[in-house]
């Protein structure tokens, strides 16, 4: 039996999700009218019943195909998944396509429950919202690279700054130290001018 669950929108995406349930070793298939160019994104999420509930065994196994049901069946896609997955296939021509998922478990009476969700986009489409992205990010990146140089620039004003500041502060400390030592051999002189002086004094006084 035929089921058809998406209507293709030009230049927009399409997206279903559905649940069914199947049985080890079944195939289900949906048929779809797919124009060339047009990007067919699967995503799968199998699940076994136990203990009345339904939970993730890594055990089972899932066989998507992709069939040109107007080239004599022609198989254009066959890919095993996990119990968890996706797939991505791109239409080469425009028609209706078969698409299929068999899973495979140990246990072939078990009771799956599959989650499918299917996305169809236009590849022009695509490619405009990827140009308009790198063009958005180039322009991104110009702003970082603008404010960057602004950062290194302001960065060498102020090492140029700290340079200036560190010589005349050194200059400083120099005139300081001379100053310094100017005073220190000026009060030495005067000291020892006075010393001598008092000596001669009382030797003087001395003598008298």
Same mark, same amino acid.
């Given at each position: 039996?035929?089921?058809?669950?998406?209507?293709?929108l030009f230049l927009a995406n399409i997206v279903?999700?559905?649940?069914?349930?199947?049985?080890?070793?079944? %195939?289900?298939?949906?048929?779809?009218?797919?124009?060339?160019?047009?990007?067919?994104?699967?995503?799968?999420?199998?699940?076994?019943?136990?203990?009345?509930?339904?939970?993730?065994?890594?055990?089972?196994?899932?066989? @998507?195909?992709?069939?040109?049901? !107007?080239?004599?069946?022609?198989?254009?896609?066959?890919?095993?998944?996990?119990?968890?997955?996706?797939?991505? !296939?791109?239409?080469?021509?425009?028609?209706?396509?078969?698409?299929? @998922?068999?899973? %495979?478990?140990?246990?072939?009476?078990?009771?799956?429950? $599959?989650f499918m969700e299917l996305d169809i986009s236009?590849?022009?489409?695509?490619?405009?919202?990827?140009?308009?992205?790198?063009?958005?990010?180039?322009?991104?990146?110009?702003?970082? %690279?603008?404010?960057?140089?602004?950062?290194?620039?302001?960065?060498?004003? @102020?090492?140029?700054?700290?340079?200036?500041?560190?010589?005349?502060?050194?200059?400083?400390?120099?005139?300081?130290?001379?100053?310094?030592?100017?005073?220190?051999?000026?009060?030495?002189?005067?000291?020892?001018?006075?010393?001598?002086?008092?000596?001669? !004094? !009382? $030797?003087?006084?001395?003598?008298?």
């Amino acid at each position: 039996m035929r089921c058809s669950f998406l209507s293709l929108l030009f230049l927009a995406n399409i997206v279903s999700s559905m649940h069914f349930y199947m049985k080890p070793g079944e %195939t289900k298939c949906f048929y779809e009218n797919l124009t060339q160019g047009h990007l067919l994104i699967g995503d799968f999420d199998a699940f076994v019943l136990r203990d009345a509930k339904y939970e993730e065994d890594f055990g089972i196994k899932l066989t @998507i195909t992709v069939d040109e049901t !107007f080239d004599n069946d022609h198989r254009v896609l066959i890919q095993k998944n996990s119990h968890t997955g996706d797939f991505t !296939f791109t239409a080469l021509e425009t028609g209706e396509h078969r698409i299929c @998922i068999k899973p %495979t478990y140990s246990t072939m009476d078990a009771k799956l429950r $599959i989650f499918m969700e299917l996305d169809i986009s236009n590849m022009l489409s695509l490619d405009s919202k990827r140009t308009i992205q790198v063009r958005s990010l180039k322009e991104r990146v110009l702003q970082l %690279t603008e404010r960057l140089e602004r950062i290194r620039t302001q960065q060498k004003e @102020i090492l140029q700054k700290e340079a200036v500041f560190r010589d005349q502060s050194e200059s400083a400390n120099r005139k300081i130290l001379l100053w310094s030592l100017v005073q220190v051999l000026v009060l030495i002189s005067t000291c020892t001018f006075q010393l001598r002086y008092l000596k001669n !004094f !009382f $030797i003087k006084q001395k003598v008298v």
